[in-house]
């Protein structure tokens, strides 16, 4: 999902689940409005507050897009059916001048 199609749908009645799984220290200093923290270590032990509706929209994110590409994959295995990335991640989310929470 593009940066900007996120930005119009997070403000919506039918927002997605932003799943955020970067470290702690990544997310604190900033992270997009709403966003779960859900290191990639708790999806892979089961142990994030990640919906539990299996056809949840759900867009995950990371810095770049390796762990973000590894939750994807993580998540299809546990049957979740409607998971996307953003495009480009934080970094352009950021570079694109989106709000952050801190």
Not at 21 to 44: C, D, L, Q, S, Y
């Amino acid at each position: 999902m593009q940066p900007q199609e996120l930005l119009k749908r997070i403000t919506s009645k039918k927002a997605p689940a932003v799943v955020d799984v970067r470290t702690a220290f990544e997310f604190k200093k900033g992270h997009i409005p709403n966003a779960i923290h859900a290191p990639t270590w708790k999806i892979m032990l089961r142990m994030a507050p990640i919906p539990s509706d299996k056809n949840a929209e759900m867009v995950v994110t990371c810095e770049h897009g390796p762990r973000a590409q590894i939750v994807k994959s993580l998540l299809g295995f546990f049957g979740y059916r409607n998971v996307t990335l953003l495009e480009g991640h934080m970094a352009a989310w950021r570079q694109a001048g989106r709000p952050q929470d801190v």
